[in-house]
């Protein structure tokens, strides 16, 4: 069965602390993703990945990083967390070439204070 | 303009009832169309998907694609309970899933 985990399910931190979200899969994809998600604004794509050691920016990369060195995991990193970043965010993963069917993680709500 | 426009609802239908769902898009290069199912305090999960203009169905629910007017729409047959939930509307072109904002169904018993 597919599998995609997040290290956390709720997080509470201090503005301009450094954030590290972790996403493992399971399922040997080669593609990963980052989304966050508010009310009235939907998905956006933060970052993706299509390999080990690649990263691609998605519509909304400011403020965040991403650091993938190994296939199953993809960690997105808030350098100095700012309230704004409140959110809840998304881990997906997709096999190559089908980008269209993404896998979703539960998500980690993130609360910066 | 938004590239997908969905009407955030919330939707509240009684069970057994039809429930029609509708996204809008404005990108032509759009090849593949998804909708996804979130309960809450989870992630999306994939429900269906098509590719061209037409109809798919899977059990009680009923992908519609209408690449003309750039119109999808789901249809869930039979209404349940567990079928209260948020769903999202997908579409994928340019090496790119973009979603609307999703909306959020209630089913009444």
């Known amino acids: 069965d597919v599998k995609v985990t997040q290290s956390s399910r709720y997080l509470v931190k201090r503005t301009g602390e450094k954030v590290f979200l972790e996403c493992v899969q399971d399922m040997d994809h080669e593609n990963m993703f980052w989304y966050r998600q508010d009310p009235g604004l939907g998905l956006r794509l933060i970052y993706f990945s299509y390999d080990v050691k690649m990263k691609e920016k998605g519509d909304i990369p400011e403020g965040y990083s991403v650091s993938r060195e190994k296939k199953e995991r993809f960690s997105l990193i808030l350098e100095s967390a700012s309230t704004n970043q409140t959110s809840m965010y998304l881990c997906?993963?997709?096999?190559?070439?089908?980008?269209?069917?993404?896998?979703f993680g539960p998500g980690t709500r993130l609360t910066v204070l | 303009q938004k590239e997908v426009e969905q009407d955030p609802g919330p939707l509240s239908v009684p069970e057994g009832a039809i429930v029609s769902l509708n996204c809008t898009y404005s990108n032509s290069a759009f090849q593949y169309f998804m909708w996804y199912r979130q309960y809450s305090r989870k992630g999306p999960e994939l429900l269906m998907y098509t590719y061209s203009s037409g109809n798919k169905e899977d059990g009680r629910f009923t992908a519609q694609v209408d690449k003309s007017s750039k119109y999808i729409s789901l249809f869930i047959r039979d209404s349940q309970p567990s079928d209260s939930a948020t769903y999202l509307c997908?579409?994928?072109?340019?090496?790119?899933?973009?979603f609307g904002t999703g909306t959020r169904l209630t089913i009444i018993p």
């Open positions: 997906a993963s997709s096999l190559d070439g089908e980008i269209n069917t993404q896998y």
């Open positions: 997908g579409n994928f072109g340019n090496e790119k899933l973009t």
